[in-house]
Nanobody
Framework: QVQLVESGGGLVQPGGSLRLSCAASGRIFSLDCMGWYRQAPGKQRELVAV???????TYADSVKGRFTISRVNFKNTVYLQMNALKPANTAVYYCHLTRAFGGTETWGKGTLVTVSS
């Protein structure tokens, strides 16, 4: 089964930027649903941004205009560019994959993003 490894988290001041990366150990196809979720302390895990199984993108309303998801298929990597970060964006960010064929789901172990002055 493919493994997902996130990187790029860290401490950033409010208004700053970070870019998260998620590298898959196997090939990712354009119709696979792949993207980012996050879980803040004491809250449920929620969708941040994903590529859907129609190769379009979906964003949480709270991040539209500030976060951008992108991918490089030949690198089997998905990115999340996060700009204008707010303390409310503090969370563990998880990469997630759902295969278009078979529906197998995979989660990464997560990377912590802390937005604080």
């Amino acid at each position: 089964q493919v493994q997902l490894v996130e990187s790029g988290g860290g401490l950033v001041q409010p208004g700053g930027s970070l870019r998260l990366s998620c590298a898959a150990s196997g090939r990712i196809f354009s119709l696979d649903c792949m993207g980012w979720y996050r879980q803040a302390p004491g809250k449920q895990r929620e969708l941040v941004a994903v590529f859907t199984n129609t190769d379009s993108t979906t964003y949480a309303d709270s991040v539209k205009g500030r976060f951008t998801i992108s991918r490089v298929n030949f690198k089997n990597t998905v990115y999340l560019q996060m700009n204008a970060l707010k303390p409310a964006n503090t969370a563990v960010y998880y990469c997630h994959l759902t295969r278009a064929f078979g529906g197998t789901e995979t989660w990464g172990k997560g990377t912590l993003v802390t937005v604080s002055s």
